[in-house]
């Protein structure tokens, strides 16, 4: 886009239609480039949004399965001293009457 200075106005001795074509090019790369970027951020938040609710979900998991080991351990060493109780008294028992 060429100009001459006359006197402090500016000529343009570019074509009208060339400066439209331009500037219109111009507009519609400068839309294209932020619909894309639009597009770009929304995927990446989606995905954060995913990993996120993923992990919570596998930390719930995990804590569950903790709570249930824990249960177990109780419930295994009340069995041992349960069975340690009965076998004194099975010992006592077969050394007949």
Sequence with gaps: MDAKIHEGVREYTTPRWVQVWFLRRSRDNWKRKYKELKTQGKRLKNAVHDVT???????????QASLRVQELEAENAALRE???????????????P
């Design 82 to 96: 349960q069975a340690a109780g009965k076998k004194g008294g099975r010992r006592n028992h077969l050394a007949g």
């Design 53 to 63: 609710r993923s992990r919570q979900k596998w930390r719930d998991q995990a804590e």
